[in-house]
């Protein structure tokens, strides 16, 4: 198995302008999450899929992120406008829910790492 | 709020030494208890995890953890580090009731030759 798949793996771009990270989770697994990670506030969950469908994205900071779903193999997640503030590496990381009394463990894609100049 | 605490934020140690790298959690029903690795400029990677059982759990590359319900603690240790654990460890709970993972905010290891 590939693993969590992730692209573009870095990111440069200027503020104001569309970013879309893409994710690919491992196949079976009907669980997809969205981290930022960055040196002020660590590791943060921004929003989460079960079944293509977002659960919680009470993380999202703000209307300029978006989070898609449309099929069990692939997410998006958009920053549109860009700012220099989103600049962090996001995570993707998908699971899937054994049956009772098993454990989720969730497996993290490397990552894409973004600069917003 | 449900929250993972690591007191430890920067940890320096030498070659042969004992690690211990604390965690607490704050969720007061059955939980799920979960240590991440993060070596420089890589992803996260499992290192162990506990659900019920033994609370004595061994993970890979040495590191084992101990879950003590009475402290809600979850403590990562390894009797001997080498260069190579070198890396950032997230410890990282989840209340048995939900989907989401709540991590800490992470310990920075540093071991030298």
């Known amino acids: 198995d590939a693993g969590v798949i992730q692209s573009p793996r870095h990111e440069v771009t200027e503020m104001g302008q569309e970013v879309t990270l893409r994710c690919k989770p491992i196949s079976g697994h009907d669980y997809l999450f969205w981290y930022r990670q960055t040196m002020m506030r660590g590791l943060e969950l921004l929003i989460y899929f079960n079944n293509n469908v977002p659960i919680d994205d009470s993380g999202m900071p703000e209307d300029r992120f978006s989070a898609k779903m449309p099929n069990a193999s692939f997410s998006t997640l958009k920053i549109q406008p860009s700012e220099p503030r989103d600049s962090a590496v996001y995570f993707c990381?998908?699971?899937?829910?054994?049956?009772?009394?098993?454990?989720?463990?969730?497996?993290f894609g490397p990552g894409t790492r973004l600069l917003v100049l | 709020a449900q929250s993972v605490s690591q007191h430890n934020h920067h940890v320096i140690l030498s070659e042969a030494a004992s690690l211990e790298l604390g965690c607490n959690y704050s969720?007061?029903?059955?939980?799920?208890l979960f240590w991440y690795v993060q070596y420089p400029g890589q992803h996260l990677q499992l290192l162990l995890k506990?659900?019920?059982?033994?609370?004595l759990v061994k993970g890979i590359k040495g590191f084992e953890a101990e879950f003590i319900k009475s402290k809600f603690s979850f403590n990562l240790r390894k009797p001997s580090v080498q260069w190579s654990d070198t890396a950032e460890y997230f410890c990282?709970?989840?209340?048995?009731?939900?989907?989401?993972?709540?991590f800490g905010t992470g310990t920075r290891l540093q071991v030298f030759p």
């Open positions: 506990y659900f019920s059982g033994d609370p």
């Open positions: 969720y007061g029903g059955t939980v799920n």
């Open positions: 990381a998908s699971s899937s829910r054994p049956g009772q009394g098993g454990v989720e463990t969730q497996y």
């Open positions: 990282a709970a989840r209340s048995y009731n939900t989907d989401k993972l709540i």
